[in-house]
């Protein structure tokens, strides 16, 4: 076996690593910069105003094109999350009748008693 | 033997030998990687116990003849899946607690839909995570409830707990969780109010994209995505770190959009002002002092975690009211510490004496 001084593969590795670090740690300094975050926020807040542009543009087409604008799929929407959470709530309903009726709950298989006690307190490790 | 020079001729041969079959598997493995799809990951049985919008509250099977009387509720981070608590069975830190013999529910998180953009901090503080609480006391039949926060988890349930000190929570788990903002020095910068219009942002785009996000976690150590793809390829050759690098690659890669209006609180509230540093935090009118919380709470914290440096979360024990409050310090990093084999050997354990104890 090579040992990991000579070892070319392991220096690469190593030479990797380094870099790695060396790179990470240099690019932190920069970024902790004022100048940073100024210049970045300023390219970010430009992509932010291009992607409001262009999806006010799409919204124009899409209209243009008699198909259903965003606000008629956002109410599809909401309406379809308010269904589901009524199901949600029926669901649920339907479980809290069916425990207090003293039965299975509905569909579930039945639960492990709640006896269990720590090791430290001579419970059992299963 | 070693020549004079430091190189061990004899061993040449064998190691070129090495790296030739390594260079053949390279490039076997490497088509099998791009034809096949990773390992399935968060598949221990479950049930989706309630969903609304953007939130899923899942109830997973019990694996034990015998639980503990208190549930435990699993808060995720809204930055991402919850599956990285869920990886692959033996990997699965859900797994580890049913196998335990904890009942456990988790609070995940899909992506805020376009008109779910005006969701604020109140909505996941005062509805969601108490919405989740009562139906796991209406599920289990039990009123207390201990309650796991991962990252950004735990400040959603430091907050909860600071404003219901009252109960239900019973006991408090935070992994990696920050509380002093001004120390996660490059998310600060990042959104340093001189310069980050987060007004204009939300305004323009609604719920803040994915894509931003997973940037600004990307850019917290630039050269290490690179790096991590030049030791896929060194790797390929090998199942086991394939396997590992598909898990943590897609779950890394798979983060969530952040609701606008949640998104601009965090930027006012926590990173400009730092009020749940400074005592000043508020959620909807009603004040969320972390000195209010009273119930057994546990912290673990990673010793080389990028994302939440300790200085951004040690102040947390300190500022807790409770009388019983432990910080652990593990090896790891911010995602290593919670998933992967050195959480298997290290955190799991720990969690599992310290809330065993606290949950009869």
Not at chain 1, 50 to 65: N, T
Not at chain 2, 285 to 295: D, F, M, P, S
Request: with cysteine.
């Amino acid at each position: 076996m090579t040992d990991k001084i000579t070892d070319p593969i392991a220096l690469w590795q190593k030479m990797v690593g380094e870099m790695e670090k060396g790179f990470n740690s240099f690019a932190t300094k920069a970024m902790e910069t004022p100048e940073f975050s100024q210049a970045m926020n300023r390219a970010g807040g430009a992509a932010a105003g291009a992607q409001k542009q262009f999806a006010d543009l799409m919204e124009k087409y899409l209209l243009s094109m008699n198909l259903p604008s965003r606000e008629q799929m956002t109410g599809i929407a909401e309406r379809l999350q308010a269904i589901e959470g009524q199901l949600g709530e029926i669901r649920s309903m339907l479980s809290q009748m069916s425990a207090n009726s003293g039965d299975a709950r509905i569909g579930a298989a039945p639960r492990p008693p709640r006896t269990r006690r720590p090791p430290s307190e001579g419970g059992a490790q299963k | 033997m070693n020549a004079p020079t430091g190189l061990d001729f004899a061993a040449i041969p064998e190691r070129i030998q090495s790296e030739v079959q390594r260079a053949i598997m390279r490039s076997i493995k490497g088509v099998e990687y791009f034809s096949t799809s990773g390992p399935t990951l968060g598949s221990t049985p479950k049930d989706v116990f309630h969903s609304r919008g953007t939130m899923s509250l899942y109830h997973y099977r019990p694996m034990s003849d015998e639980i503990y009387r208190v549930p435990v509720l699993v808060v995720m981070a809204t930055t991402n899946r919850g599956y990285i608590l869920d990886l692959v069975p033996g990997q699965s830190f859900i797994e580890f607690l049913l196998k335990r013999g904890y009942d456990v529910y988790m609070l995940d998180w899909s992506a805020p839909r376009p008109e779910e953009k005006s969701l604020r901090m109140e909505d996941y503080v005062l509805d969601f995570i108490p919405d989740c609480v009562r139906r796991v006391q209406a599920d289990s039949g039990e009123q207390d409830v201990s309650v796991i926060g991962y990252c950004f988890g735990g400040v959603l349930s430091l907050l909860y707990g600071s404003i219901f000190p009252d109960g239900p929570m019973k006991n408090l788990i935070c992994f990696t969780t920050p509380i002093d903002f001004r120390e996660m020095k490059l998310f600060s910068n990042f959104s340093d109010r001189r310069y980050f219009d987060v007004d204009g942002l939300v305004d323009s785009v609604g719920n803040v994209p994915p894509e931003m996000i997973l940037s600004s976690f990307e850019m917290l150590r630039p050269a290490s995505r690179t790096v991590s793809q030049i030791q896929l390829w060194e790797n390929i050759w090998n199942d086991e770190f394939v396997k590992s690098y598909r898990m943590f690659d897609r779950w890394a890669t798979d983060t969530l959009p952040l609701a606008g209006e949640y998104f601009r609180t965090i930027t006012k509230d926590l990173m400009w002002d730092n009020k749940l540093y400074n005592d000043t935090m508020s959620v909807g009118g009603r004040a969320a002092k972390l000195e209010n919380i009273k119930v057994p709470i546990l912290h673990a914290v990673a010793e080389h975690d990028h994302i939440v440096p300790y200085d951004a979360a040690k102040h947390l024990i300190a500022k807790i009211g409770s009388a019983d409050k432990e910080e652990v310090m593990l090896k790891g990093g911010h995602v290593s510490l919670v998933a992967g084999a050195n959480a298997v050997k290290r955190l799991w354990p720990k969690l599992d004496s310290w809330l065993g104890t606290r949950s009869t």
